[in-house]
């Protein structure tokens, strides 16, 4: 997903970036990595051998497959240990999970004397039913922390999977409302979050800027909370999900070039892209975006 950056941003407490790791753990690899792959790649690419990575530049891959191994598994226990001290159901529901599906594999083994074959399948099974159950359950826990909290809608953008193209805070007002841009494959989306009293006049007018841009490609508003109307936090990417495909993505590339003129014209909105830590004194930031 290719993302705009427009401003700088706040996040949310170092607790809920760790248990969000836990939800996206396929992207995690380090910047150390990344780095060491693409040096050892072109010195390979200089040793005259073209389509043949070099034993340095193997080297250097398995290293960073070990890091970014290791560094998911140190995620995955400080994510446990932070929502097993949250969550007290976690672990009964974890164990149950595993110790049910292979007690129930064993069982069903009996029955054609296979139960030492069904077994180790159970307790895989089991394992990855409980990871599941995990997965779930921190983060319906980070979803829950962050919602409510100004930049939540942002955030929960800049995580989505797919090829999503999102522009954070195209425009904004001083009490932390802001507007978010989405292109897809639905075509135009605009995500609001803050008042609904105050964001509906900025998604009006955002909405009337796009229309002029975009042609006859839909326009989708979209605006997060709990009420009727609105689409919850923790359902956002269900419901991006659930748009009809309207248009290619030649099209989305056009649009998303035509609306970066648009955004670079505006200069976007000095707004939090991520939730606000719960001791950010809202004063501070609001003095800081009226002087952006």
């Given amino acids: 997903m290719r993302r705009r950056k427009q401003v700088p941003s706040w996040r949310g407490s170092r607790a809920d970036l760790h248990a969000w790791a836990v939800v996206d753990t396929g992207r995690v690899i380090t910047a150390h ?24 530049a193997k080297a250097a891959a398995k290293a960073a497959r070990r890091q970014a191994s290791k560094e998911r598994r140190t995620q995955l226990w400080q994510a446990f240990q932070m929502q097993r001290k949250e969550d007290k159901l976690l672990l009964p529901l974890m164990l149950g999970t595993l110790i049910g599906l292979a007690v129930v594999f064993f069982l069903v083994g009996l029955i054609w004397g296979l139960q030492w074959f069904l077994l ?37 953008l800049d995580n989505m999977q797919g090829s999503w193209r999102v522009t954070s805070a195209i425009a904004g007002t001083t009490q932390l409302d802001a507007v978010h841009r989405v292109i897809g494959r639905p075509g135009v989306i605009l995500v609001a979050e803050g008042s609904p009293q105050r964001v509906k006049s900025l998604l009006a007018q955002e909405k009337k800027k796009t229309a002029r841009l975009v042609g006859d490609t839909p326009i989708y508003d979209i605006v997060i909370g709990n009420d009727e109307g609105q689409v919850p936090l923790s359902q956002l990417q269900k419901h991006l999900n659930k748009l009809p495909k309207n248009i290619d993505t030649k099209r989305m590339d056009a649009i998303e070039s035509r609306l970066a003129a648009l955004s670079s014209r505006g200069g976007g909105a000095a707004l939090p892209k991520g939730p606000m830590p719960g001791g950010a004194k809202m004063r501070g930031v609001q003095r800081t975006i009226r002087r952006r």
């Fill in 33 to 56: 990595g990344q780095g060491r792959i693409l040096k050892s790649m072109a010195n390979g690419s200089k040793s005259g051998k073209a389509g043949k990575p070099s034993k340095e």
């Fill in 120 to 156: 180790p399948i159970g307790l895989l099974l089991g394992v990855l039913g409980a990871f599941i159950i995990f997965g779930r359950r921190v983060q319906k826990t980070v979803y829950g922390k962050a919602e409510g909290q100004a930049g939540a809608a942002a955030w929960a």
